[in-house]
């Protein structure tokens, strides 16, 4: 499957930005997806993850309550919306997906088969 991010851009703190992955290639009900992020000097981190069938979500302790995962098995496209941003928040954001990972391994990056290109997150204060 192929992924495409898009939605970055620079916003002011307090703010929002809706994030858009769209998939083609496979079957998209049988992804499970992820959005993650890497900050500059940091590690890539996990921020967010949607189930398949089920639509199960989990959020990285610092954006839960603030960011929202979703997907539309219609349109094959996978949302991160994101309020009350934060500097702190600032990232190039990805989003990642696998047939085969369990709800378990979600949160760990090496887990996922294909990955997008990434789109920058700026949080300006």
């Known amino acids: 499957v192929q992924l495409q991010a898009s939605g970055g851009g620079l916003v002011q703190g307090g703010g929002s930005l809706r994030l858009s992955c769209a998939a083609s290639?496979?079957?998209?009900?049988?992804?499970?997806f992820g959005w993650f992020r890497h900050a500059p000097e940091k590690e890539r981190e996990f921020v967010a993850g949607i189930g398949s069938s089920d639509s199960s979500t989990f959020y990285a302790d610092s954006v839960k309550g603030r960011f929202t995962i979703a997907r539309d098995n219609v349109k094959n496209m996978v949302y991160l919306q994101m309020n009350s941003l934060k500097p702190e928040d600032t990232a190039v954001y990805y989003c990642a997906a696998s047939s085969s990972i369990i709800i378990s391994a979600m949160r760990n990056s090496a887990a996922y088969t294909y990955w997008g290109q990434g789109t920058q997150v700026t949080v300006s204060s």
């Open positions: 290639g496979g079957t998209f009900r049988r992804y499970r």
